[in-house]
Nanobody, 116 residues
Framework: QVQLVESGGGLVQAGGSLRLSCAAS???????????MGWYRQAPGKQRELVATSTSDGRTTYVDSVKGRFTISRDSAKVYLQMNSLKPEDTAVYYC?????????WGQGTQVTVSS
């Protein structure tokens, strides 16, 4: 089994930056079998939405609202989300997700709050 633990959330003023980290733990075989990792977010009263993903072959995707501001990167069993030029509308709980053998594994989430 693989477990995900996020860190790096917090309170920041608009225009500021934060870096989220997500560490996967488990057997080396399970870690090596992760197909993709990504970040999702859920704001109060809204559905969870994809923010950015990174596949095992290096492809990345971003939701349009964060293109040019957020950067996803991956290092073995960790995935990061560098968030720059943050806006109040980026306020949400951010979740890390790993895809393993067709199963989605979620972290517990980390709160990001951007004040205006």
């Amino acid at each position: 089994q693989v477990q995900l633990v996020e860190s790096g959330g917090g309170l920041v003023q608009a225009g500021g930056s934060l870096r989220l980290s997500c560490a996967a733990s488990g057997s080396s075989h399970s870690i090596a079998s992760i197909n993709a990792m990504g970040w999702y977010r859920q704001a109060p009263g809204k559905q969870r939405e994809l923010v950015a993903t990174s596949t095992s072959d290096g492809r990345t995707t971003y939701v349009d609202s964060v293109k040019g501001r957020f950067t996803i990167s991956r290092d073995s069993a960790k995935v990061y989300l560098q968030m720059n030029s943050l806006k109040p509308e980026d306020t949400a709980v951010y979740y890390c997700k790993a895809v393993l053998g067709g199963y989605n594994i979620w972290g517990q989430g980390t709160q990001v709050t951007v004040s205006s």
